[in-house]
């Protein structure tokens, strides 16, 4: 189904919370699941009948789709998670070395595995590592009573999740197939204006990074949501595959972008005034185009429409080369060159962005054939994850021995708190950046919790009063849940004020008992962060692996002709894809290894149109002698950087000094006006100075500096 408009923002959309309506929907909607499950739970005399509305609020997601997967995961999760506690409570109970080993080795297991995997997937292994640590280590304090123990829980959790569930799917239902098509027009949109502002000369650095970060985040948000949208329908599955090929369009987009901007800025030079001459009107038509698209909220709706029009543009485009490409021998060639290689970049952008609506268009028809296409597995990291289990596993033995050593009776409590926090570490290189608004939010909830104890609860009479309470006490959690930058605090604060009040059938306070209990628990969270900082786990090798297989393999192979410099193109961005929501951008190693993969993938499309000249038979022999060296010598040089160690920053300069003595090698050759010796030698030249930037933009990238 396609989209005929693009979601505008809230005019509350200064304010930090969405204060929309649908966000006000979400939370109430998620309120009444969660006190109708703790009234289910109340009912049926559960052990611990808070733990259903906890769930509701782990399971919170504001479209149906994603509802539908954390919950089909979290099912699986917990029962495997309880099965798995309740065996090596009935192999080791009375041992404690081997028990306690045993629970460390299964929630390392686990964690392993969802470092492994992605998405929901990852969140059920690690949701059975938790639940099974819990099982086991509760019911080690009562093993008679430890099968009623995991049947209660897993009950509390399920009727969390049918609740949860329901709630998503019949109360004002917002499908992720709607949001996908909606959010992929509006990032389409938005990219257009990002390569509209691309061309535009006069647009600070600045301006430009900031919006490029933008454009980072909404393609990997997209992304997410692709990846769970399929839960809804079998027709959404069978254009996943096409799905994840739009992101890697808009990737593609992105790269060439950028490259464009900083030729733009820098094309001041003495004669380009002929150049300009040509090149601005084809850039002002091009510009207005993309600005056109960005601004009509039905352009998605008609990708024929706009598909024309992308081709007409890049038709101009084509027009202007043309026009420079005769301009060849009579004016300076260094901005000949750099005029004719905007010109192409800004053709290369409309090509991705066409590229987009040929993958909307080929997923419309496979999504009306009904066809499941396979899905290639996104590449892992096993020495990453086995470091991430590893720790795991350690935090867990290191708390269990504490809590033995001081025989401490909230130690399950901090058991919980500081396997949470361990949660919140997989697959994060700032683990912090998540896991500290949980901890603020889990004080907040106590404060709350505690606070409404003293105050409200003994006030209250009969469950109708206590529901009336939650619900005005959990809507700013909801809020919060359904506001993407604070989801995490909200779905704690909420999630925890239900737990912490929701505590039984019959209100019995016991005031020290609950500050112990919580005092643990946030005490564990904040030693958790501690060890987490102590013990680093970064995607920094996987980071490295992609740098050495570009620098090593992939440049080379495009510099040799081995393949196609598209495809080439498309496994470095299929490679970049999965850390993009490792990426913190604020920091400037992490800009560094961003922009200079995709620099690198631009650099293979150049590297492959030189090749294309090469072999084009009316290219000149004084050009083709410098030409085919330089391919063979530049691709020995960018392989040889791997294994260069120290010296990389001086085999970088040698490598900049190939590109440097053929561009000064081309621009010496006398041309032809007119000849099609001279377009193609104009050509090279393009892409020479392209590559040549790069050792100017990108040489923090190419010197490996993104590891300092």
């Known amino acids: 189904m396609s989209v005929a408009g693009v979601v505008r923002p809230s005019p509350l959309s200064s304010f930090p919370i969405d204060l929309s309506w649908r966000n006000f929907v979400f939370a109430l909607r998620t309120t009444l699941a969660g006190v109708t499950a703790l009234a289910i739970a109340y009912y049926l005399e559960m052990q611990d009948p808070q733990w259903s509305i906890l769930t509701v609020y782990l399971l919170a997601q504001p479209t149906a789709g994603a509802a539908i997967a954390k919950s089909t995961f979290r099912v699986c999760g917990t029962i495997a998670g309880a099965a798995m506690g309740l065996v090596i409570l009935g192999l080791w109970s009375q041992a404690p070395i081997p028990f306690v080993g045993s629970v460390a080795l ?59 569930t329901a709630a998503s799917v019949l109360i004002l239902p917002r499908y992720a197939g709607v949001v996908l098509r909606e959010s ?31 454009m980072v985040d909404g393609v990997t948000k997209f992304d997410a949501l692709r990846s769970y949208a399929v839960f809804e329908a079998p027709e959404l599955r069978a254009d996943d595959v096409l799905l994840r090929r739009v992101t890697r369009e808009f990737l593609r ?49 008609d990708p024929r429409r706009v598909r024309a029009e992308l081709l007409k543009a890049r038709a101009g485009l084509g027009a202007a080369t043309a026009e420079l490409e005769a301009m060849a021998g009579r004016v300076p060639f260094d901005p000949l060159a750099d005029g004719l290689l905007i010109l192409r970049r800004a053709g290369d952008l409309l090509h991705g962005l066409s590229m987009v609506m040929v993958s909307e268009q080929a997923s419309l028809r496979a999504r009306s054939s009904g066809r499941p296409r396979p899905v290639t597995p996104l590449p892992t990291a096993h020495r990453e994850a086995m470091l991430i289990g590893l720790r795991s596993a350690l935090g867990v033995i290191l708390v269990c021995a504490f809590w ?73 959690g909801g809020l919060m849940a359904g506001t993407p930058q604070y989801a995490w605090a909200g779905i704690i604060l909420a999630g925890f004020i239900g737990d912490e009040i929701g505590t039984g059938n019959v209100f019995q306070p016991d005031e020290l008992t609950f500050l112990n209990a919580n005092l643990a628990m946030v005490g564990a969270m904040a030693v958790g962060l501690v060890y987490l900082a102590l013990f680093p786990v970064t995607s920094q090798a996987n980071r490295d692996r992609i740098w050495r297989a570009v ?12 393949r196609h410099e598209r495809k080439i193109l498309g496994d470095i961005v299929d490679r970049l894809a999965p850390l993009l929501p490792r990426l913190s951008l604020d920091l400037q190693r992490e800009e560094d290894f961003l922009r200079g993969t995709l620099g690198a993938a631009s650099m293979s499309l150049e590297l492959g149109r030189l090749n294309r000249v090469r072999a084009n038979p009316d290219l000149p ?24 160690g120290r010296n990389i920053a001086r085999e970088v300069d040698a490598a900049e000094a190939i590109v440097h003595e053929a561009r000064a090698g081309l621009a ?20 020479l100075r392209f590559i040549s930037d790069r050792f100017d933009i990108d040489r923090a990238f190419l010197t490996r500096s993104f590891e300092e």
């Open 106 to 164: 299964m929630v390392g297991l686990c964690f392993y595995l969802g470092a492994r995997l992605t998405n929901y997937t990852a969140y059920a292994f690690m949701l059975a590592g938790y639940t099974a640590m819990l099982i086991a280590l509760e019911g080690a304090a009562d093993p008679t009573h430890a099968w009623s123990l995991a049947a209660d829980r897993t009950g509390e959790i399920v009727i969390g999740i049918v609740c949860g």
């Open 184 to 214: 992929l027009a509006q990032l389409f949109g938005q990219l257009c204006h990002f390569g509209a502002t691309a061309l535009h000369p006069n647009v600070p650095m600045a301006t430009f990074s900031t919006l490029r970060r933008a």
């Open 253 to 301: 987009v992105l790269a060439v972008a950028r490259g464009l901007f900083v030729r733009i800025e820098d094309f001041q030079m003495e004669g380009a005034g002929p150049v300009l001459d040509r090149l601005r009107p084809a850039a002002q038509a091009t510009t207005a185009t993309l600005e056109r698209i960005a601004g009509d909220p039905n352009a998605f709706a």
């Open 404 to 476: 033995a050593a001081t025989e401490w009776t909230q130690g399950l409590s901090a058991a919980t708190g500081f396997a949470l926090i361990l949660f919140f570490a997989v697959n994060q290189d700032r683990p912090g950046k998540s896991a500290v608004p949980v901890l603020l939010a889990s004080i907040a909830a106590v404060a709350v919790a505690y606070a409404a104890m003293i105050f409200v609860l003994p006030r209250l009479e009969g469950y109708e009063a206590l529901a009336v309470f939650l619900v005005v006490a959990l809507i700013p």
């Open 551 to 562: 620098m090593g393999r992939l440049l080379p192979e495009a510099a040799r002709g081995v």
């Open 621 to 644: 022999p004084d050009v083709l002698a410098i030409i085919t060296p330089f391919l063979t010598r530049f691709a020995a040089a960018i392989e040889h950087l791997p294994r260069a």
């Open 668 to 687: 010496a050759l006398p041309l032809q006006p007119g000849t099609p010796g001279a377009a193609l030698t104009l050509r090279a030249g393009a892409s």
